[in-house]
């Protein structure tokens, strides 16, 4: 992971940006993830979701979503740059949708299924009986 985001960092300012019309749910590219009081670092993430100038973006190697501005997400579509699997996963549960309420700090047993049909990189969980 240490050699991943080395190579982000050497590569940020040479990646072009994603005009308006790339920034589409499921498009895979770069955005500044900040975490904390900490500086922001170039990594890897996912569109979720494109709302006027902003993109929500889910950061793959750390579960974390931001909105973004259009203009700070890059290009990255290097093959070498997702060669190491995302750390994490959005997903959908299976067998429908609980009210959030009762998903709030509880941890769901289940297993997950393929991806979603529409969007690939969306997996499926299904929860365990209990």
Known sequence: ?????????????????LSGQEVQRGTRCMGECVLGD?????????????V????????VDFGC???VPLSSLRRLDEDRFWAIKPLAHPFVLHDGVLPSRSLARQVLKGKLASGSPMESHILKFTLQAE
Do not use: H, I
Request: charge should be negative.
């Open 65 to 67: 979503s931001a909105a």
């Open 38 to 50: 900490q500086e922001g670092a170039w990594n890897r993430c996912w569109v979720l979701d494109k």
């Open 52 to 59: 006027e100038d902003l993109a929500v973006v889910m950061f």
């Open 1 to 17: 992971m240490q050699q991943l985001f080395t190579a982000l960092a050497q590569v940020e300012a040479k990646q072009p940006g």
